[in-house]
């Protein structure tokens, strides 16, 4: 037997394959929210853009907030392993909401906890380009768990694979390139990007993926313990795509604490308004 890895676009044999997360435990995935890859692609993007997001600041700030936690149990904390004190002795600084500043010394391998910690200069970078990576990557994945074959055959899948593999630091599209994008930093307030935010930010504490058809588009949005990180929209034969049950107007999937919750889009946005819509003088949601 065979299975299709969406990453590499190939089928291997099910036995050399490695369960994938589609979202990691560190970023409020959980067991079940699972397909089969291969384990070399599984290993690098892994490493290249899951670990990467689990550390980026704006997330580690979130997981630090919630305690979320990965396989190893390790409280979550920032590092700035770049920093220094003010005549630029090298320093690692933790931030977290339970430990507090940590100051620790390379050189004298100690944590710092004296007058020399009062001033510390906290050096770190943000990759603006991971966050649509992650997305694209979280794209092929959910959007086979989701839909399967027809996801296979009727998305422009290679799109989402461009910009997974992408390195950040490309300054032309490349040709043939058609997918659509919004991330997190932008400033669009356009109504579906606003409605896609705010999905994810009624999702707070938990983590939702949103694969919502349009007319010969296919659209993918992310949300991590209530940050949105960004949506792709690539070319599609959307005539296929199921459109009943949950499946209507699209798909979303919430990795709450007591399981995996699927609904349709429609179903989502209708709990959205009834939750969080205009209500008249005795409380009843104005339609």
């Not at 794209?139 to 074959?149: I, N, Q």
């Not at 490309?170 to 991330?183: F, I, K, Q, S, Y």
Request: aromatic share 10%.
């Amino acid at each position: 037997m065979t299975a299709y890895c969406p990453y590499t676009d190939k089928d291997i044999p099910t036995d050399e394959t490695d369960r994938e997360h589609i979202i990691p435990l560190a970023l409020g995935g959980m067991d079940g929210f699972e397909i089969p890859v291969s384990p070399a692609a599984n290993s690098e993007i892994g490493s290249r853009i899951d670990g990467a997001i689990a550390r980026d600041f704006f997330t580690m700030t979130k997981r630090d907030r919630f305690d979320v936690r990965g396989h190893s149990g390790k409280e979550p904390i920032f590092v700035a392993r770049h920093s220094s004190d003010p005549v630029g002795k090298p320093l690692q600084i933790g931030l977290g909401q339970r430990t507090g500043l940590q100051v620790w010394s390379p050189l004298d391998k100690e944590y710092i906890q004296d007058a020399r910690a009062a001033r510390v200069n906290i050096s770190f970078s943000i990759d603006t380009t991971l966050p649509l990576r992650f997305v694209a990557k979280v794209a092929l994945s959910a959007g086979y768990f989701a839909y399967g074959e027809v996801f296979r055959n009727r998305v422009k899948h290679q799109d989402l694979r461009t910009i997974m593999n992408s390195r950040g630091t490309e300054t032309e599209v490349p040709p043939g390139m058609e997918a659509l994008v919004d991330d997190r930093f932008s400033t669009d307030q356009s109504e579906q990007f606003r409605v896609f935010r705010a999905l994810c930010k009624a999702a707070e504490p938990h983590s939702v993926v949103g694969l919502v058809p349009a007319s010969n588009r296919f659209r993918v949005f992310v949300g991590l313990l209530g940050d949105y990180q960004g949506m792709i929209n690539v070319p599609a034969q959307t005539s296929g795509f199921p459109n009943e049950d949950m499946f209507r107007w699209g798909h979303l999937i919430v990795l709450r604490k007591s399981g995996i919750v699927r609904m349709s889009f429609m179903e989502a946005l209708k709990e959205f308004a009834e939750r969080y819509g205009p209500r008249d003088s005795s409380g009843t949601t104005i339609p």
